[in-house]
């Protein structure tokens, strides 16, 4: 029953596996940021500095 193999098979995935099906999945996509052109029109106080928010 694969309910009851489940667990085995997601702990059989290695580290590997996952960064390579990534690559394979997100090879041809692009991320963009955006802002509008006014921000200050839909922020009326810029968001608080988070240490845990990398760029």
């Given at each position: ?14 580290a590997n596996?996952v ?5 394979r ?13 006014r ?17």
């Amino acid at each position: 029953d694969y309910s009851q193999r489940y667990p085995d098979l997601v702990r059989a995935v290695t580290a590997n596996q996952v960064r390579d099906l990534a690559r394979r999945l997100f090879t041809n996509t692009m991320i963009a940021r955006t802002l509008p052109e006014r921000p200050v029109e839909i922020l009326a106080s810029p968001p608080a500095v988070r240490n845990d928010v990398q760029n």
